[in-house]
């Protein structure tokens, strides 16, 4: 599975971004993927999940109620919406493919990963 991570860009606080990641190669409409970041010099940390279906998501609570995790099996793709966004969710944003169908905020429970795209938020 090839995963391509794109959206990413400059924007103030406040604003919006939206990203997508579009799968190819062996599919991944029956399995659970998610979106991560990554700041310099910090580690990379779960930002939101969602099972192959769709039904069920997760989100860290740095995030919750800005940002919404959504996909579209029939175009292999995966969608961050990012509102209000502040400069600490300033990052380079990777999404991910999951070993199994369902939601998961760990790290270990996803196999492949996209190349990250940007996020800059200026204050």
């Known amino acids: 599975v090839q995963l391509q991570a794109s959206g990413g860009g400059l924007v103030q606080a406040g604003g919006s971004l939206r990203l997508s990641c579009a799968a190819s190669g062996r599919t991944s409409s029956n399995n659970g993927m998610g979106w991560f970041r990554q700041a310099p010099g910090k580690e990379r940390d779960f930002v939101a999940g969602?099972?192959?279906?769709?039904?069920?998501?997760l989100y860290s609570d740095s995030v919750k109620g800005r940002f919404t995790i959504s996909r579209d099996n029939a175009k292999n793709t995966v969608y961050l919406q990012m509102n209000s966004l502040k400069p600490e969710d300033t990052a380079a944003y990777y999404c991910a493919v999951a070993l199994s169908s369902v939601a998961s905020a760990s790290r270990s429970s996803y196999r492949y990963w996209g190349q990250g795209t940007l996020v800059t938020v200026s204050s």
């Open positions: 969602i099972s192959w279906r769709g039904g069920n998501t």
